[in-house]
């Protein structure tokens, strides 16, 4: 199927966007996690102080920039993986279904005698 869909490459970026996609999906329950815990006091995340809640609607906004930030990014992987995944697909689609149908077209007399008919169509389904 991954031949068919783009070979190495087409595996590889994947496999990135899927990576991505998830490690962005664990990372908005992790920051909620971690603004959950600035309710009430200052929060240090990758070296960087976060104020507590409690502190008025400017240190909440600085959490909700950063779960902003997190989402769009989360939302972009998983679009893009989602896209690569159909256009894969669909190229393996075409790929296959015309390979059959040269295999079928130079198939000699003798197959199509011995195959029924609904077995030849069926393969196409």
Not at 10 to 16: A, G, W
Not at 56 to 82: E, H, M, N, P
Request: proline share 2%; hydrophobic share 45%; charged share 15%.
């Amino acid at each position: 199927w991954f031949k068919h869909a783009g070979g190495f490459w087409f595996l590889l970026l994947m496999l990135f966007l899927f990576t991505g996609d998830r490690f962005f999906y664990v990372a908005v329950e992790y920051w909620i996690v971690v603004w959950t815990d600035g309710a009430d006091e200052p929060v240090e995340v990758l070296g960087v102080t976060f104020a507590a809640q409690t502190e008025g609607r400017s240190a909440q906004y600085d959490y909700l920039k950063v779960l902003a930030t997190i989402v769009a990014l989360s939302t972009c992987f998983t679009t893009s993986r989602s896209e690569f995944a159909v256009t894969g697909g669909t190229r393996t689609a075409k790929k296959v279904h015309s390979a059959m149908i040269g295999s079928l077209l130079t198939a000699p007399m003798s197959y199509f005698e011995t195959t029924p008919l609904g077995r030849v169509l069926n393969r196409f389904r």
